[in-house]
């Protein structure tokens, strides 16, 4: 023993008493809000209750010299916190010869149940981990999956768990056909999976821009030195019964059906430029009334440009460009420019210029969220699409409100329409649940097992989402509420302790909101508090927000997002987004949290055998 019995008996023993009264007297305090939670939860309710109490001290001198003795430093306490100090104190207590203890009845979660409990509920919510790990993997469905069967049963097959709907996208009809391949691949597997319903909640996002016009671009490739290794590969169609493409095309261009009737293999159809350049393009191969052709320069075509056909350089047939897509082109915008929100949904535009570069008239685009402009003040942080342009509210005139941009890439960053909008320190006076969200519900609720509730920033949102469950008679549904939102997780311990009232319940973090509310220096330690409260609740946790993004879309993981997958393996589910390389990278993330889950159960570090811990006999 390192330490003197004096100090044990006069210091630490009176220290982890004082720990335990604290303890004991948040249970009281909390009593009345404990006794309206589900039976089979309450005593999950208490822990919470002690492990809040542990947290408002400052134990790290005491964690010292309970680590000199060998003991506990109450470090991994979060699902029996109570136990844990006693377990503490009693060892103490035998280290000095002290024998019995001045406590009562012992705690409800004890040191060998608090995991226990967790796994239990997470299994009641998420359903039976798989037999490789026991973190489940949820998977957001693209729109294909309303088409593809066979992408659905790929993903059931290649390890997912749970089926992502996000109501913020498709619409009834998309969401049921899923449910309806998901369920059929099910029968053909032989395994089961559950569905999670995300509802959308109040859209905080940018409004429409407008068109800069119909036209079409295509790009040829090119070498360091500039010259074209690969033309552009342009699908031309009957522009009154345009057909689908029967090689991978760049695009296409809808033109007048007597025009594509003449050309033979090898014509020349030149097409103007909206630079006031012509471009040839080679008539290569037919399929049904329509051309592959191949164009070897960049080109901008726009809507109406004039077409003529010529064989040998005799000119045949003259027509024109039919409609065009429209296309938009982002707002740009650089440290130091204004930026209007606007009430009004007027598509949004570029700043106007003189033609001496004066400013006539700031960048605007509309807000989606009609509560912003009763709430935003001067002074607020505003930040856009994922946190990639931030600014400053200046003025707010309740139609208006002038942001100051203050964070944009060095060359300016691109402001498109749908992206979103997070202002961490306004107090949005508005429902999580929204009409649209009820509607959805009904529609749904026959078909899943798991609701999530989106912008969820108090106990209240929890309450309103309860009432609205039990008004369409959806008793078996879970819930999942998702922390994004600066006053979520200010209010975590309430929205957990309210949640606890309608069980099963999880926490999604939602890291990218989140990252951008609370700021990105922040984002690792405020997840971390996150995952030790809903432990000490027993909630299980979704890890949630560009998990191995870049493998979904480009099908090569890069190296920190490995690490990050990595660390999911503390909490009961992971979620992947969706992405064209979604089946390999849900592969790569099942063998990422196999390889693992035996060296890690949440924070409690494991010890299997290392094969690299054996040294060969020529070493020796």
């Not at 026959?446 to 609701?451: P, T, Y």
């Amino acid at each position: 023993m390192r330490l003197p019995k004096r100090h044990i008996t006069e210091n630490l023993i009176p220290a982890l008493e004082k720990l335990r009264d604290a303890a004991v007297a948040m249970e009281h305090d909390y009593r009345a809000k404990v006794t309206c939670i589900d039976p089979l939860y309450q005593a999950s309710a208490n822990n919470l209750m002690h492990y809040l109490a542990l947290r408002q001290s400052d134990i790290r001198e005491l964690q010292q010299d309970l680590a000199l003795l060998g003991l506990s430093r109450l470090g991994r306490a979060e699902a029996h916190a109570l136990s844990s100090i006693d377990a503490v104190l009693h060892a103490l207590r035998a280290l000095v010869g002290l024998s019995g203890s001045n406590h009562g009845q012992a705690p409800a979660i004890d040191i060998r149940s608090g995991e226990a409990r967790l796994n239990e509920h997470a299994v009641a919510l998420l359903g039976m981990p798989s037999d490789k790990h026991a973190t489940r993997i949820m998977v957001t469905m693209p729109s294909e999956a309303a088409v593809d069967a066979k992408l659905v049963r790929d993903l059931l097959a290649a390890g997912m768990d749970i089926m992502r709907i996000n109501c913020a996208h498709d619409g009834p009809d998309a969401w049921l056909a899923m449910i309806r391949h998901l369920r059929d691949a099910e029968r053909e597997l032989g395994r089961t999976c559950k569905v999670y319903a995300d509802l959308a909640g109040p859209k905080l996002r940018t409004g429409a821009i407008s068109a800069a016009g119909r036209l079409a671009e295509f790009k040829v490739k090119r070498d360091v030195r500039g010259a074209v290794t690969a033309p552009s590969r342009i699908w031309l169609t009957p522009a009154h019964h345009q057909e689908a493409p029967a090689f991978p095309v760049d695009g296409a261009l809808p033109i007048d059906e007597v025009l594509l009737r003449a050309v033979r293999s090898g014509d020349i159809i030149e097409v103007d430029d909206t630079r006031g350049s012509k471009r040839s393009l080679l008539a290569m191969e037919k399929s049904g009334s329509s051309w592959l052709a191949h164009c070897q320069q960049h080109a901008f075509i726009a809507e109406g440009a004039g077409c003529k056909l010529y064989r040998k350089d005799n000119l045949l047939v003259q027509g024109k460009v039919a409609k065009l897509p429209e296309v938009f082109q982002p707002i740009l915008l650089k440290t130091g420019d204004e930026l209007m929100l606007t009430r009004d949904q007027a598509s949004g535009s570029q700043a106007h210029y003189d033609d001496h570069g004066k400013l006539l008239g700031p960048a605007r685009i509309p807000c989606t969220l009609d509560a912003v402009f009763d709430a935003a003040q001067p002074g607020q942080p505003v930040w856009l699409d994922d946190g990639k342009i931030g600014g400053t509210v200046s003025a707010n005139d309740g139609k208006v409100i002038t942001v100051q941009i203050t964070h944009a890439a060095p060359q300016g960053s691109k402001l498109r329409a749908e992206k979103g909008i997070n202002l961490p320190e306004t107090d949005l006076n508005t429902p999580a649940l929204t009409e649209a969200d009820a509607e959805n519900l009904r529609v749904l609720v026959s078909h899943i097992d798991v609701i999530g509730l989106s912008f969820v920033r108090t106990s209240e949102d929890v309450l309103a989402l309860h009432r609205q469950l039990q008004e369409v008679g959806a008793g078996h549904l879970g819930t999942v509420l998702k922390i994004e939102t600066r006053q979520a997780f200010e209010n975590l311990p309430m929205i957990l302790l309210t949640s606890l009232c309608r069980p099963p319940v999880g926490i999604m973090v939602a890291r990218g909101d989140l990252a951008v509310e609370i700021g990105f220096e922040r984002l690792a330690e405020v997840q971390e508090e996150i995952l030790w409260l809903c432990e000490a609740a027993h909630i299980p946790v979704i890890w949630a927000t560009q998990v191995l993004e870049s493998m979904a879309k480009n099908g090569i993981p890069t190296r920190a997002e490995v690490s990050d997958a990595a660390l999911a393996i503390r909490a009961e589910c992971v979620m992947l987004n969706k992405g064209p390389h979604i089946v390999e990278t849900l592969s790569f993330l099942s063998g990422v949290l196999e390889r693992m889950s035996g060296h890690q159960v949440k924070r409690r570090p494991t010890m299997r055998r290392l094969s690299v811990s054996h040294i060969p006999e020529h070493e020796q």
